[in-house]
């Protein structure tokens, strides 16, 4: 039984299109998230969401677009890929508790993303 | 501005040999302390975690992590290293204790290899 579960594992698609990564956790935690592992395998965060709610907002492109339909779900999509896209997206979640969680995060295997 | 410094891109260090993994870091307060590691083509998998008390704490396959206050590190540690322990190991930290922010910091990651 997977915790944090991300689909696709693979994309690749041409500059100019419009994908979605999907994740699903089955932890029962109050926080997701998405990260971005560059080539040079640097983790950076880019969306966390608490309860549904948008709660980092890591100075992404627009193009970039997260949903979260309830708190097992985080969703992201992009819009008009470019080359600079490609990387491995993860996801991830937490137990936050309002403040009480120690923050340690589990996550999914990643997506990776070629854009061509 | 916060962030982790893992001073070595590789570690190489003979099987049964001890090992050790550097990471210092520069955050406001008094920050939860965190080891994950990626296995190739795999996600993130915590390894352990400081967040207050004993300043040596005990992780997963055997992995210690020793926090110092004063030197602001928290080294990842094993007695004796396994050829299964090479992977890229990353130190990351969470300055914001006790909000919802749940957001951590990673170093740029340390590739170990433990040869036979």
């Known amino acids: 039984d997977t915790a944090v579960s991300q689909t696709p594992k693979y994309l690749v698609t041409q500059m100019g299109n419009d994908k979605s990564i999907k994740c699903e956790q089955n932890?029962?935690?109050?926080?997701m998230y998405w990260y971005k592992q560059d080539s040079k395998k640097f983790l950076k965060i880019m969306f966390s969401?608490?309860?549904?709610?948008?709660?980092i907002n890591e100075t992404v492109p627009n193009r970039f677009s997260p949903k979260s339909p309830d708190k097992a779900h985080l969703n992201l999509h992009i819009n008009s890929l470019e080359l600079g896209d490609s990387a491995v997206y993860f996801c991830a979640s937490s137990q936050e508790q309002g403040g009480q969680g120690t923050g340690e995060l589990f996550f999914g295997e990643g997506s990776r993303l070629t854009v061509l | 501005a916060q962030s982790v410094a893992q001073p070595e891109d590789q570690v190489n260090v003979a099987e049964g040999n001890p090992l050790t993994v550097k990471c210092t870091y520069s955050?406001?307060?008094?920050?939860?302390l965190f080891w994950y590691v990626q296995y190739p083509n795999r996600g993130l998998q915590f390894l352990l975690k400081?967040?207050?008390?004993?300043?040596l704490v005990k992780g997963s396959y055997g992995f210690e992590a020793e926090f110092n206050k004063s030197q602001t590190s928290f080294h990842l540690k094993k007695p004796s290293a396994l050829v299964s322990d090479s992977a890229l190991y990353f130190c990351a930290v969470r300055p914001d204790r006790g909000s919802t922010l749940g957001r951590l910091y990673f170093g740029r990651g340390t590739q170990l290899t433990v040869w036979p």
């Open positions: 969401y608490n309860n549904k709610e948008l709660i």
């Open positions: 400081y967040i207050t008390g004993d300043n």
């Open positions: 932890l029962g935690h109050d926080t």
């Open positions: 955050v406001s307060g008094n920050p939860y």
